[in-house]
């Protein structure tokens, strides 16, 4: 068997500050960050559409800087169809960076690794598809936005042990 992404759509969500920092007075490890994407659009190559109402990312950020990423979203197509996708993932930065990050410093976006895997529920039987693959997503962080592009994963049956 082999494997290989295959890029499906992008999203891109813009963010507000955050609605709510979880135990912002408690001195454990790690806290949890409540962030809306009041905006947002879904582009894939014959669809488009915007962000319902709004999304939200419900993040976990570690004492050691690792952010657990929990968000989800719905968008409504141009043509009326829907998608949801409800994703999960981390973001991590190097280690000489975390204590900026922590403190809410600005990192260069070419130093987040950041990866997720969705869920995907559609409302269209022509977007039934999404449903039927792995998808993997690959995330950059700006200031105020986060762009992700979709990827399934492909799977070629070619195996030696198949003939």
């Avoid at 930065?93 to 809410?104: C, I, M, N, S």
Wanted: with cysteine; aromatic share 10%; charged share 25%.
């Amino acid at each position: 068997m082999s494997l290989s992404l295959k890029k499906q759509f992008e999203v891109k969500l813009a963010l507000a500050a955050p609605a709510e920092v979880v135990g912002c007075d408690y001195d454990g490890p790690g806290k949890r960050i409540l962030i809306p994407c009041p905006e947002g659009e879904i582009i894939g190559p014959d669809f488009h559409g915007t962000i319902m109402s709004a999304g939200i990312d419900h993040q976990y950020v570690d004492s050691d800087g690792v952010t657990h990423i929990d968000a989800a979203y719905g968008f409504k197509l141009d043509d009326g169809r829907a998608v949801y996708a409800h994703v999960r993932g981390i973001r991590t930065v190097p280690d000489d960076q975390v204590e900026t990050l922590k403190a809410g410093g600005a990192i260069n976006p070419k130093d987040f690794y950041y990866v997720t895997t969705p869920t995907i529920e559609v409302y269209d039987e022509s977007l039934k598809w999404m449903t039927k693959k792995v998808f993997v997503c690959d995330s950059v962080r700006l200031p105020d936005a986060v762009l992700v592009t979709y990827y399934s994963v492909e799977q070629v049956n070619d195996h030696p042990a198949l003939g």
